[in-house]
């Protein structure tokens, strides 16, 4: 290997592994020290799938997804929460609060997703009584005088809560500046997205998963150059091509894999190349616009130019065409679908999404996890098994 | 062996003869042309589909009628069978099968096909994509009626407005559309007359159960007692009939203190009076009900009972403003209310109606109810003192009702509050 070659492998490798102490950041270390860095800085979690975070940014305050304890939690008191039949995430999510290591967060955001998200809004209502927690109900009206208007009363409604939280105010100028600090981020992670389906040997799974965790911890900003400089490197690096199919991943939008699953699709021969991991991350998928009443463009961002979600309401009806719309534009050889147990709105949907690829000709296989699965030899065979078929008898 | 028949109120049977009536109408449409409306309980339209000459079918009556007749077991497997996880919401999987067994209704005669799917999803994500999957067997619209969820613990102004345009902009001119009618504003004032007078007297049983003996039984009774309310009769004047009726019944067994009347008659002494938070499980009911019947133990007050709105809590239709009054409507039901506000009501209901403890009844099929009773059932030791249990079962499954289990839990539950008494009394 020459020298540069060895020195962008090193340079990303400390990316990598910096994205991924962001990851085991489960005492919110970092965003600590973010609010020791300032005066009266806040902190903002927020549940999956969506929350504005344009307007966390706009009052001065760092929105930090929360995205559960993954594998690396004991439930005690999370389990003495939830009966058996409820996914996992809210146990590790109650663990992780109860426990204070969500102390670092001033104000929780739940987005309308699901009735256990929902639920859960309530239980910090009653389990954190001193912080700030919010439901935002994101519209399932798409018409802007109707879902639209009531969504920017909702987005006023916490810019105005977050602001009396921080001291500063969300004005017009503010939020529009935070919409450019934004579109930057979502151009970085399109050039990611894009360098991913088109070289996928380059960004391998779970340096790419890293990075839009990391997305959910640092400052947009920081998020941004980090994002563009994975790119970069990733480009020049050299890394070898394997005979692996591609496939495309969906199910996982709340409850997330843990990361030795991630690993265990790629093992098994399988490149991701299009998926619904950290989906709020990149949920909206065109810049908005910058000039114009910045309200409004988040809203028509969130309503219009939204990916399409198991829990957004698909009220054109083209979730069968533009699903297989997406499949065929990322040359997607199959679809493996992975959703959480007890995940109600991935296993409701999947049969649909199943009748739309079955229409269409698409492979795909399908199985469940839990974001504390610990064994993946079962998965490996089963994802080895669909990547193995394809080659030999599908068009991989 | 218990009773094989179950006694019936004249009630009952006024309500079977009104249930068999709109089910008789579903099966002509064909003939008399009227068209058809599926639509979920929590937040309906009742009042606003009558009005356009409608015919409301409601998915979660066809699964819950389904389990009482032995057949959701069957019908949860030709869904499973079709791709359907086995994680998911029954009801869904009861509805999804009976659809593709035929839609026979309880009647014995198919199930109409929708001209219209009203969407209206109340404190209910799983609505959401149980509509989305019926309309993939349909070629019919959609109408999609967004209610938000009391997240702060309030109706704002602008959920209100937003809930209203829906119900004026898109919710109406479909209806209308569909039904070739046109709205009158006049006609729907005193359909709502009708609502109010029915939902006044049905307060007044709900509030019975405050006396002593409960002259109602607020859960397994209870579920009867809503039915025209909550389903496809408010705003009607056989709803308002069947209402007196009721009402002239209990004031009877109250009359003469007389307990409810069970599946094997009037119960004869009442020993527990509890608080039941959770919808019932229908696979078993009687059975079910027995276990509290036969150890003496009533329901006072009921969660389940309001998932069709809380009009003990002061709600009631506004004549003077239809369009408002269907959003505050749709907004105060008890599945769309945030977690404080649950356990308040539960905690009020504990207090008002002097129970001895409290039970949630866990469905595994209803993540809306379930998420989170636990901390319900903390809270409410905490505050009022008295025992609290928990049972689990399904809604429809019957692979998730364990009669045994939940015996041993019921007897065990009992106990408990007896020892609560010798040591009060000690």
Known sequence: ??????????????????????????????????????????????????????????????????????????????????QSYICHLPRSVIELAVGGRMDACDGFLFPSICDVIRNLSGMFKMLLPGKYVHYVDLPQNFDTALGGRFYISELKLMARDIGNLTGVEVTDDRLRASLAAYNENRVALRRLLHARRDRPWEV?????????????????????????????????????RMDNIRVAVRGAFCE???????RTLERAGCYVVDDDFV?????????????????????????????????????????????????????????????PSFCDPALLEQPMLQKALEDADIPFTAFKYSEDTGQFQVIREQAGTFADALKLWGNA | MKGATAEKDASMQKQKEMIANHFSELARVKETRKKVVYTFVPGNLTELINHFGMLPVLPEINALQSGMRGKSAEYISIAEKAGHSEDVCTYVKTDIGMLRAGNIGPTGEPLPKPDLLLLSYTGCFTFLKWFELLREEYDCPVVMLHVPYQGDGEITQEMREYVSNQIRDVVIPEFERVSGVRYDHDRMKEQLKLSVRAEDDLVWVLNSARARPSPIDAWFGGVYYIGPMFTSFRGTQDAVDYYTMLREEVQDRLDQKLGPVTPDGPMREEKYRLVIEGPPNWTSFREFWRMFADEGAVIVASSYTKVGGLYDRGFRHNPDDPLGTMADYCMGCYTNLNFPQRTALLEGYINDFSADGFLINSVKSCNSFSAGQLLILRELEKRTGRPGGFIESDLVDPRYFSAANIKNRLESYFQMIEARRKGATS
């Open chain 1, 256 to 262: 997330q894999p843990p990361l030795g699953l991630l």
């Open chain 1, 279 to 339: 989906l709020g991350s990149r949920f909206i998928e065109q810049d908005l616009d910058v000039h114009g009443d910045p309200w409004d463009a988040l809203a028509q961002g969130f309503m219009h130019h939204s990916l399409p979600a198991a829990s957004k309401y698909d009220q054109r009806r083209t979730k069968h065409a533009d699903f297989v719309k997406r499949v065929r534009d990322y040359r997607a050889d199959g679809v493996i679908f992975m959703a």
């Open chain 1, 1 to 82: 290997m020459s020298t540069a070659l060895a020195e962008t492998s090193e340079k990303l490798l400390a990316l990598s592994r910096r994205a991924e102490s962001l990851y085991d950041d489960l005492d919110l270390k970092a965003v600590t020290e973010w609010k020791s860095r300032g005066k009266n800085r806040r902190a903002i979690g927020f549940l999956p799938i969506y929350v504005p975070r344009e307007i966390i940014h706009a009052a001065g305050a760092l929105p930090v997804g929360l995205m559960g304890g993954a594998d690396r939690v004991e439930i005690v008191r999370g389990d003495s929460y939830f």
């Open chain 1, 204 to 240: 391998p799974t779970l340096d790419y998963y890293l990075l839009l965790r990391a997305g959910y911890m640092l400052p947009v900003e920081e998020h941004t150059a980090m994002v563009n400089e994975y790119v970069e490197l990733a480009a020049q690096a050299g890394r070898p």
